[in-house]
């Protein structure tokens, strides 16, 4: 596979956790992943598989970032051929820089930068790049949300380092426009505006397909999560849940419509 093929794709997602064994557990129960080690960083990291396919990682969130008022989180890493480059490209663009490029041993090299309006977001370009995904199955991360201030300079920022193109859009009223974004008519995510008075920075949310969100918000809640909003249904007939986990971080689940 060519790496020009990784372009604009999210290639994986990492947790920032301050108890790993608690956020393993929580996510375990919730998405059903499993867990697998990786060995090669000289630190541990447990990766997070669906049906035997790592898929994420999840490793202590660092003192430095939590002194630094870094909460916990999930991070998405999106596919370049060269993330050199394009680390360069987002800081001559006003990204702001939080881990320059670096090397991961066997794996692949990424860096990590908050956009021009303040939501974070990893670059990597692997070293063994695999085939496109297919549709996202149970288990998986199904839709990518990003919250932002100024939603034409973060579209523009997106169209122009990772190629996504608009896919549609849907008028919220109010809160104006949701714009889809993603690559060769296959949508990846959405993006809005945030609303001044909404709590939190600027942020991408990954939303996670379960079979039954009902089910999932109940084994959320009796594990220690929160329901930060929904359940509600979304235009096309899919059902959403935005939820915190017990350590603190954001995440949301997805049920696709029957049928």
Same mark, same amino acid.
Request: net charge negative; glycine share 12%; charged share 15%.
């Given at each position: 596979?060519?790496?020009?093929?990784?372009?604009?794709? $999210?290639?994986?997602?990492?947790?920032?956790?301050?108890?790993?064994?608690?956020?393993?557990?929580?996510?375990?129960?919730? &998405?059903?992943?499993?867990l697998?080690?990786?060995?090669?960083?000289?630190?541990?990291?447990?990766?997070?598989?669906?049906?035997g396919?790592?898929i994420?990682?999840?490793?202590?969130?660092?003192?430095?970032?939590?002194?630094?008022?870094?909460?916990?989180?999930?991070?998405?890493?999106?596919?370049?051929?060269?993330?050199?480059?394009?680390?360069?490209?987002?800081?001559?663009?006003?990204?702001?820089?939080?881990?320059?490029?670096?090397?991961? %041993?066997?794996?692949?090299k $990424?860096?990590?930068?908050?956009?021009?309006q303040?939501?974070?977001?990893?670059?990597?370009?692997?070293?063994?790049?695999?085939? %496109?995904?297919?549709?996202?199955?149970?288990?998986?991360?199904?839709?990518?949300?990003?919250?932002?201030?100024?939603?034409?300079?973060?579209?523009?920022f997106?169209?122009?380092?990772a190629?996504?193109?608009?896919?549609?859009?849907?008028?919220?009223?109010?809160?104006?426009?949701?714009?889809?974004?993603?690559?060769?008519?296959?949508?990846?995510?959405?993006?809005?505006?945030?609303p001044?008075?909404?709590?939190?920075?600027?942020?991408?949310?990954?939303?996670?397909?379960?079979?039954?969100?009902?089910?999932?918000?109940?084994?959320?809640?009796a594990?220690?999560g929160?329901?930060?909003?929904?359940?509600?249904?979304? %235009?096309?007939?899919?059902?959403?849940?935005?939820?915190?986990?017990?350590?603190?971080? &954001?995440?949301?689940?997805?049920?696709?419509?029957a049928?």
């Amino acid at each position: 596979m060519s790496l020009t093929e990784v372009r604009g794709r $999210f290639l994986w997602y990492d947790l920032m956790t301050p108890d790993v064994q608690g956020a393993q557990l929580f996510y375990s129960k919730v &998405t059903g992943w499993g867990l697998q080690p990786f060995t090669d960083l000289g630190t541990p990291y447990q990766m997070f598989a669906r049906a035997g396919v790592p898929i994420g990682g999840c490793m202590q969130l660092p003192e430095e970032a939590s002194r630094m008022g870094a909460p916990p989180h999930w991070m998405a890493y999106l596919g370049t051929p060269n993330v050199d480059e394009t680390f360069a490209t987002a800081t001559r663009l006003g990204a702001r820089t939080y881990v320059a490029p670096r090397e991961i %041993p066997t794996v692949g090299k $990424f860096a990590v930068i908050a956009d021009p309006q303040g939501a974070t977001i990893a670059f990597f370009t692997p070293f063994n790049p695999q085939p %496109p995904s297919h549709a996202p199955e149970l288990g998986d991360v199904s839709w990518h949300e990003l919250t932002t201030p100024d939603l034409d300079g973060a579209l523009g920022f997106y169209q122009r380092l990772a190629g996504w193109e608009q896919t549609g859009s849907h008028d919220m009223g109010a809160m104006g426009p949701y714009q889809m974004f993603g690559l060769g008519g296959y949508t990846l995510g959405g993006m809005f505006k945030k609303p001044p008075e909404a709590p939190g920075p600027p942020a991408w949310t990954i939303y996670v397909r379960v079979p039954d969100i009902l089910a999932a918000v109940d084994v959320v809640k009796a594990n220690g999560g929160q329901v930060l909003m929904g359940p509600h249904e979304v %235009p096309g007939g899919d059902w959403i849940v935005v939820c915190r986990d017990p350590q603190g971080a &954001t995440f949301a689940l997805h049920e696709r419509k029957a049928g």
